[in-house]
């Protein structure tokens, strides 16, 4: 990108003066907006005033609001000395994390730097996070709360504060090796490089883009810059325990994404089945039905809630590719088929081997779950020949200048 601008004025920063930059050093700040109105023109003063002449910049807000919040985005940017790109999405596909994945996609320059839109991120850092990649040659630069200088003093209230420490240690325990060197995986404040990233492998849910990153495409590189978490300037924060629920989807949709992983996680769930099919089965039997058909019904009760936790924690991302219908009743036959398929497998291996009942058992539960895993994932959630994945969501750009 080769847009230059000048601002007038002394930079009252000293880390700004302090930065080099070396040439070439474009910078696209995407900044995700959800009713951020009272934000966005206190936002790109400070922008103006810390992003230096020599570094030509460019702002993307990626928009997901119900207020006037792109208007007033298109007011302010008739005075910033940069160009200033509204993304307006119709649908808020992935929450905050999708539309950050949008900003990225449309990006035009070597860096990008993503931060909140509510002024907690102080903007005077932008220059120091591109010099600090640079100089570093690192993919990644994250600016951390949690190394010496930084701080979270920012963080309305002891509740918030413990939540952000406990979804910290979480994900570092969860994925020591991929945040190895992230001090802060909860950070919304970064540099990335363009080539450091491809936006189509990202599966962002809910507001922790970093750690989607992190996880699935981090580069070989990272470094961390402290910085100071600000207080918001104008309204309120979108956290929420929606937010919470969808970041613990996240963690287990990111945690079981390699098929390892994936079929341990179906065979946990599966034990849990256990739960529903036994209670099922004593309240028919109690209500006077025969075992055999109550076993039959019952088991049913764990087949439904086997496929409503593998649904939401498994293959969420995967859901699209059929009807629910045709999922459920793929899913249903495939679990139905392997109390038919045990009873034969057991006496293969008592009569054909040799084996003891036990044994056999054991053996024929491990082959049909193994069966019934591969199956799952083969004929109920394989995106079917042909079939593109599902939009990311319908939405309309526009230029504020």
């Not at 950050?100 to 907690?120: F, H, P, T």
């Not at 979804?167 to 450091?196: E, N, Q, Y």
């Not at 025969?290 to 439904?304: D, K, R, S, T, W």
């Amino acid at each position: 990108m080769s847009h230059e601008h000048t601002v007038p004025g002394e930079l009252g920063d000293p880390a700004v003066k302090a930065a080099e930059v070396p040439e070439p050093g474009a910078v696209t700040i995407v900044v995700p907006t959800f009713n951020e109105s009272a934000n966005v023109r206190r936002l790109l003063h400070l922008i103006t005033e810390s992003v230096p002449a020599r570094l030509p910049c460019e702002v993307v807000f990626v928009d997901d609001s119900t207020d006037d919040t792109p208007e007033v985005i298109r007011a302010a940017a008739e005075d910033c000395p940069f160009p200033v790109t509204v993304l307006h999405r119709d649908e808020p596909v992935g929450g905050l994390g999708g539309a950050v994945v949008e900003g990225l996609r449309v990006a035009g320059s070597d860096w990008i730097v993503v931060m909140d839109g509510d002024c907690q991120h102080p903007p005077s850092l932008v220059p120091e996070l591109v010099a600090t990649g640079e100089r570093a040659h690192a993919g990644l630069v994250v600016a951390s709360r949690y190394i010496k200088g930084g701080s979270r003093a920012g963080l309305a209230g002891s509740y918030r504060v413990a939540v952000s420490r406990g979804a910290t240690w979480l994900t570092k325990s969860l994925f020591p090796r991929k945040l190895h060197g992230i001090s802060d995986p909860m950070s919304g404040f970064f540099a990335i490089r363009r080539s450091a990233v491809t936006a189509d492998d990202l599966k962002p849910l809910g507001y922790k883009i970093l750690l989607e990153l992190a996880v699935r495409s981090r580069p070989r590189q990272v470094t961390e810059v402290p910085f100071v978490f600000q207080d918001r300037f104008a309204g309120e924060s979108k956290s929420s325990a929606q937010e919470g629920l969808r970041f613990l989807r996240h963690l287990v949709g990111l945690r079981t994404a390699s098929p390892v992983a994936r079929m341990i996680g179906f065979g946990l769930i599966g034990a849990t089945g256990f739960v529903p099919n036994l209670l099922g089965l004593a309240a028919l039997t109690a209500a006077g039905m025969h075992y055999v058909p109550a076993e039959i019904l019952a088991n049913q009760f764990g087949v439904a809630w086997n496929f409503l936790l593998i649904e939401h924690l498994l293959f969420r991302d995967r859901r699209l590719h059929r009807r629910w219908w045709d999922r459920v009743g793929r899913f249903a036959l495939l679990a139905n088929a392997d109390l038919v398929l045990r009873i034969p497998l057991i006496a293969l291996f008592v009569d054909r081997f040799g084996m003891g009942a036990l044994s056999a058992t054991a053996l024929a539960l491990v082959t049909t779950f193994v069966l019934r895993f591969v199956g799952t994932e083969a004929l109920v959630y394989l995106p079917r020949r042909g079939r593109a994945d599902a939009p990311a969501g319908s939405r309309t750009a526009r230029r504020a200048v």
